[in-house]
């Protein structure tokens, strides 16, 4: 099964800007829909951004105009950019990958955005 490794959170001041990475391990990442979810301090996990093996890609309202999710396919490399970043973003951040129906997540990085 793919497997997903997760790097590029970090602490940040309100207003500036991160990009994370979620690497995987596997060839069939060119045909996988992968999402990027978070988990605040509620405890609730949700979907932050996620695109498809052809590049479709979708938003949650919170984050759209700030959030942009890409991939390369060369590299087995999903990319979250993340601009204009608020208190409110801070969560750990998690990369699942849905391959013919297979759910795989990663370990998660943690995001600190400070006012």
């Known amino acids: 099964q793919v497997q997903l490794v997760e790097s590029g959170g970090g602490l940040v001041q309100a207003g500036g800007s991160l990009r994370l990475s979620c690497a995987a391990t596997r060839s069939t990442f060119s045909v996988s829909t992968i999402g990027w979810y978070r988990q605040g301090p509620l405890n609730q996990r949700e979907l932050v951004a996620d695109?498809?093996?052809?590049?479709?890609?979708n938003y949650a309202d919170s984050v759209k105009g700030r959030f942009t999710i890409s991939r390369d396919n060369a590299v087995n490399t999903v990319y979250l950019q993340m601009n204009s970043l608020q208190p409110a973003d801070t969560a750990v951040y998690y990369c699942?990958?849905?391959?013919?129906?297979?759910?795989?997540w990663g370990q998660g990085t943690q995001v600190t955005v400070s006012s």
């Open positions: 695109i498809t093996s052809g590049g479709t890609t």
């Open positions: 699942q990958a849905e391959t013919f129906g297979v759910i795989t």
